[in-house]
């Protein structure tokens, strides 16, 4: 069976047929380091990165790029209020983030652009849209003519152009021809960063910088391009129309991944109910988290539950002792080139690692079975076949990521991202803001980290029950 994949932009399921033979290129829309992540950020990175490994698994070169958007107008104002450089808020952020994707056993991917690396190239798109009449320059800034994609505007994302709102993008929305224009450049304010462009200094729009760098690095034709529902519209809409109105014919598969909620709550900080990766930490150990972010089907929505994580911690659990046990009766040996027929039909059914997961479940209650009689040569062969199912899912626990105990040696990973946590209190009780900075120490507490304040400033200590 091919490999099969829910296309946004065709609302159906397709045969996944890659451009070239043997290789795929793939795009995903990375952070925003605004902020450390939350869990809902890493269950993205953990889908994505059990589709990277199916696709390697299935003999294709992938050339994996995952994005930073390392300017925007949400950096610039966490920077402002904390009373620090814009380039410090990004890159500290962004620090955090890939050590939680490392973490989860999220493999690296083949390159990840920065936005601000990037402005030769979108130099170049803007006036190659300026050419063909699809873009125009308005007080300092730069807009896309939506009128002027009107017949393809709204494709992705099925709407129609007569009900969309405007998009309030720039404080100069009275310059725009259309208040649905959006911004490929914004002209220099005082006191933001700015780069030198034909059309004056200023700073790319966001939808600008993932068209240039997804095609300055898969060409102006690819495969796949990913990210969460919520980009649907307007960022990957606004990509699609200033990409293509440029000539290029962009990405070939759109995929989206279902959003995780808490306690049927989308998280905000309003509500206070933001779950960060060390809030799970005094839980479950690191293999257990990336089993409870994978186990849901990846187009679904997930809502995050403490049950929820206990019945993952359970099940991965489950895995691991019949790895375990197997491997001191017959030895590690190494997983099987294969995965069983099952486990591959329902990988290629639009990544359906529900009913993969059952079939890895049904192999290890058969092991456990050959154990029990003492089968030596089934248990070898039901040994192979899970430790090769769990290594398409990050999950085997023999692995180099997992063999220490599923990531019980957590101390230096937490620690940075505790210390953004501390940073952030830090900063709310310099501004007298208490009761945040109160919120904060006691969603570490909640988490198992104890925050101790001491004349030397605050440190932590992990306490597991």
């Known amino acids: ?7 946004t932009g065709t609302r159906s399921v397709r045969t996944f047929e890659p451009l070239e033979e043997g290789r795929v290129g793939m795009y995903v829309c990375g952070a925003t380091p605004q902020a450390s992540p939350h869990i809902g950020h890493l269950r993205s990175g953990v889908i994505y990165d059990v589709l990277l490994r199916w696709l390697r698994a299935s003999g294709y070169e992938v050339t994996f790029a995952r994005n930073v958007t390392d300017v925007d107008d949400k950096i610039i104002a966490v920077a402002a209020e904390r009373g620090v450089p814009w380039f410090a808020v990004a890159e500290g952020n962004q620090r955090v983030f890939t050590q939680g994707y490392d973490l989860l056993g999220c493999l690296p991917p083949t390159i990840e652009p ?65 208040p649905r224009d959006f911004a490929l450049w914004k002209g220099a304010k005082p006191g933001e960063p700015s780069w030198e462009t034909p059309w004056g200094d200023g700073r790319p729009g966001w939808h600008l910088e993932c068209s240039a760098m997804a095609t300055k690095y898969l060409g102006p034709v690819f495969d796949i391009h990913g990210g969460g529902v919520d980009l649907i519209f307007p960022h990957h ?7 293509r109105a440029a000539g290029d014919g962009f990405a ?34 690191p293999a257990e988290i990336r089993y409870y972010l994978a186990s849901a089907h990846y187009r679904s929505l997930m809502d995050y539950t403490d049950a929820a994580l206990a019945e993952a911690v359970s099940a991965y659990q489950r895995i691991e002792g019949f790895v375990t046990r197997a491997s001191e009766v017959v030895g590690a040996g190494e997983p099987a080139g294969s995965v069983p027929e099952a486990f591959a039909a329902a990988m290629n059914d639009d990544l359906g690692v529900p009913q993969a997961l ?46 220490q105990g599923g990531g019980d040696d ?39 980290i104890v925050v101790e304040d001491t004349p030397h400033g605050a440190r932590w200590e992990l306490k597991r029950d």
């Open 252 to 285: 070939r598969y759109w995929l989206h991944n279902g959003l995780l909620t808490v306690d049927g709550e989308k998280m905000s900080k309003s509500v206070g109910n933001v779950v960060l990766l060390p809030d799970l930490l005094g839980r479950a150990r």
């Open 1 to 7: 069976m091919s490999l099969r994949l829910y296309d």
């Open 410 to 448: 957590l101390r230096p990973v937490v620690d940075a991202l505790v210390a953004v946590a501390l940073e952030q209190r830090q900063a709310a009780r310099a501004r007298k803001d208490y009761a945040s900075a109160d919120a904060i120490r006691d969603g570490l507490a909640d988490a198992g």
């Open 358 to 403: 059952a079939t890895l479940h049904e192999t290890v209650r058969e092991g456990n079975s050959a154990l029990a009689a003492g089968d030596e040569n089934a248990v070898r062969g039901h040994l192979a076949s899970v430790r090769a199912m769990a290594g398409v899912l990050g999950l085997d626990p023999l692995s180099e990521q997992w063999s």
């Open 114 to 178: 920065r936005a601000t690396g990037h402005v030769p190239e979108m130099i170049v798109l803007i006036r190659r849209l300026i050419e063909n009449g699809h873009a125009y320059t308005a007080a300092g800034d730069v807009y896309f003519d939506v009128e002027s994609w009107a017949d393809h505007y709204g494709e992705l994302s099925n709407q129609r152009l007569e009900n969309m709102r405007p998009t309030g993008d720039t404080p100069n929305e009275d310059a725009k021809r259309d």
């Open 237 to 243: 809409e606004n990509e699609i129309a200033q990409s």
